[in-house]
């Protein structure tokens, strides 16, 4: 059986960091990418990017780039996502999903609540 | 502002059947046959119902269909029942040399009266 599991939620500052993870399980982990998307408070659907766990590849959504680095640890099937720079607007639920051959995303995290406030 | 454009709302009866539209353009839905829907519950992770426009998982009614025509795709879910009531997100590829490569639509929120 599929399953990611998200960390924790998280409160931070405006200009801070943080690292999402996103522990992978049910599946050969580097057969599938990992997709990011975030839902700020009331809204919808935000494509973030992508990444290779097989092979570290990775592909950023243009409004985030040098903001954004994600990255997998293939030894413990787990998928992370650093997002620094932090500002009010990054406040949202920030979810991983699996991406199946780059065609859709079949299974989902439960989703990790970022807090960005002063 | 959402790539896709879907309506804020709908609404039905038990039984009823309802159709959600995702208008797209000749640089997202009309180009590429990969479509997707995602059904999302209060408090809850999106859920896939519909891939590549028209296919469902394992797993998910048959009360749920997709469907593509030009830049607009559907969903109709037939058989209304309470538990349809969430929102829906339609999703389509992109193309890898645009930002994003993914786009999704701004949601609908689904009612079952």
């Known amino acids: 059986q599929v399953h990611l599991v998200q960390s924790g939620a998280e409160v931070k500052k405006p200009g801070a960091s943080v690292r999402l993870s996103c522990k992978t399980s049910?599946?050969?982990?580097?057969?599938?990418?990992i997709t990011w998307v975030r839902q700020a408070p009331g809204q919808g659907l935000e494509w973030m990017g992508w990444i290779s766990p097989y092979d570290g590849d990775t592909n950023y959504a243009q409004n985030l780039q040098g903001r954004v680095t994600m990255t997998t640890d293939t030894s413990t099937s787990t998928a992370y996502m650093d997002l620094r720079s932090l500002r009010s607007d990054d406040t949202a639920v920030y979810y991983c999903?699996?991406?199946?051959?780059?065609?859709?995303?079949?299974?989902w995290g439960q989703g990790t609540l970022v807090t960005v406030s002063s | 502002q959402s790539a896709l454009t879907q309506p804020a709302s709908v609404s039905g009866s038990p039984g009823q059947s309802i159709t959600i539209s995702c208008t797209g353009s000749?640089?997202?839905?009309?180009?590429?046959?990969?479509v997707s829907w995602y059904q999302q519950h209060p408090g809850k992770a999106p859920k896939l119902i519909i891939f590549?426009?028209?296919k469902r998982p394992s797993g998910v009614s048959n009360r749920f269909s997709g469907s593509k025509s030009g830049n607009t795709a559907s969903l109709t879910i037939s058989g209304l029942q309470a538990e349809d009531e969430a929102d829906y997100y339609c999703?389509?590829?992109?193309?890898?040399?645009?930002?994003?490569?993914?786009?999704f639509g701004g949601g609908t929120k689904l009612a079952v009266l």
């Open positions: 999703c389509s590829y992109a193309g890898s040399s645009t930002s994003p490569n993914w786009v």
């Open positions: 000749s640089s997202d839905v009309g180009s590429y046959n990969l």
């Open positions: 049910g599946y050969t982990f580097t057969n599938y990418g």
């Open positions: 999903a699996r991406d199946f051959d780059n065609r859709h995303f079949d299974y």
């Open positions: 590549e426009g028209s």
